[in-house]
């Protein structure tokens, strides 16, 4: 079997499908993270916490390699399992829910990708808010689900609205300082938010930070991450990696105290960011290597934990390593299977290795037969080796020339 295929469904595909995976087969600590808070929620509580969000994008790989219609699996309207058959009815029933209740149901939609499903629940659901607590929950879902769209005008509203109910001064100190990183973590990315609205976040989250016992050390930990970035975006970095070592030293602190997949998270959070910090502040080449073996320490049974050091690989020039390690991630499967296939054929085409850049490109072609970018650069490696499949990409070409209804 080559080593770009993917040989079962793997915890993460089964997570995002069914929201549990088998108990037999190796996990990563998202799958676990996310099918463990489901399982202990409670809904009469805001409590529930993401250990990270995916875009449909994620979403719409799932359901391609898996055969299914990728409408069904957004609405979630296909429910293979006890999981997603509760939750279907309580997304179906929630106008009928609390406000905390609804919100948490929400919160359950967006940790699998189900936006839809959960901004309309939020729609509802807002109008009933009468709290500054259920309205900042309201506002940081609603911003979690404009990001993944890439709706930059609504996640400016929801941190105006996160913003507004932690002026009531009611809100957890935990709370708000998850608001003050996700604004920092934003702005420096894309600038979702008015620069006013940043430097108040700034403000109010370095005011908690001052009195760490008062706070929860994931909290804390984000937080420091965050802020590290601000910083990094000026080639500081000594403040940088004193900031990264606050983080890494509050996300020890959590998995000590409480040993669970999800606050594994904050450390594995810390190593990705280490390992952009050297290859992006430092360019330092091993320690970027050294974070990203930590990475797959961590979480081995995770894709991108292969890709993230491979991308380390090709930043320094490595790119036969770089090229095995996008393989390995591939073979993993998903999340980001046709990205990592698709770095590991340009890395091989680069290292002059057509037949298995080939043999990626052919497998690309199967999972997006429509991408006419993966087309061209196969036919191009193909006709370079005067290969056969030259004719089968040529052919999948003309389709996409063809007209909607026009005979071949």
């Known amino acids: 079997m080559p080593i770009s295929e993917p040989r079962t469904r793997n915890a993460f595909q089964e997570t995002m499908l069914g929201l549990t995976f088998s108990p037999l087969q190796e996990s990563d600590l998202f799958s676990r993270a996310c099918v463990e808070q489901y399982r202990t929620a409670d809904l009469s509580r805001h409590a529930y916490r993401f250990a990270q969000v995916f875009e449909p994008d994620v979403l719409r790989e799932v359901a391609l390699l898996d055969g299914i219609g990728y409408d069904r699996l957004a609405e979630l309207r296909h429910r293979p399992s006890e999981a997603t058959a509760r939750l279907g009815e309580l997304a179906d029933g929630a106008a009928d829910l609390s406000v905390v209740a609804a919100v948490n149901v929400a919160a ?33 879902l609603r911003f979690v689900v404009a990001n993944r769209r890439d709706d930059g005008p609504a996640v400016s509203r929801a941190f105006h609205t996160m913003r507004r109910a932690v002026e009531s001064g009611t809100l957890p ?46 909290s804390l930990s984000a937080w420091y991450r965050a802020l590290a970035m601000v910083p990094a975006a000026r080639g500081r970095t000594r403040l940088t990696r004193r900031y990264m070592e606050f983080t890494r030293e509050a996300a020890a602190h959590s998995l000590a105290g409480r040993p669970r997949a999800y606050e594994a998270h904050f450390l594995k959070t810390y190593h990705e960011s280490t390992l952009k910090e050297h290859m992006y502040v430092t360019r330092d080449p091993d320690r970027a290597e050294e974070a ?48 990592h296939l698709l770095r590991a054929a340009r890395a091989r085409e680069r290292l002059g290795d057509d037949v298995r850049a080939l043999e990626h490109y052919g497998r690309l072609a199967d999972l997006v037969p429509g991408d006419e970018s993966v087309l061209r650069q196969g036919l191009a490696v193909a006709r370079r080796g005067d290969d056969p499949a030259a004719d089968r990409f040529r052919s999948l070409l003309d389709r996409l020339r063809t007209p909607a209804g026009e005979a071949t």
């Open 108 to 140: 359950a939609l967006i940790s699998v990708s189900r936006f839809g499903p959960a901004a309309r629940i939020l729609d509802r659901t807002a109008p009933r808010a009468t709290t500054p607590r259920d309205s900042f929950e309201v506002g940081m």
């Open 173 to 218: 100190a935990d709370r708000t300082l998850d608001a003050c990183a996700q604004a920092v973590v934003w702005y420096m990315k894309r600038r979702d938010l008015p620069t006013a609205d940043f430097l108040w976040y700034v403000a109010a989250g370095r005011e908690l930070a001052r009195h760490p016992r008062d706070l929860g050390a994931g």
């Open 292 to 339: 990203g073996l930590d990475l797959i320490a961590l979480d081995p049974a995770w894709s991108p934990s292969y890709g993230e050091l491979a991308d380390a690989y090709a930043h320094f020039g490595r790119l036969a390593e770089a090229a095995a390690l996008y393989e390995k991630a591939a073979a993993t499967g998903p999340p980001y299977y046709g990205h």
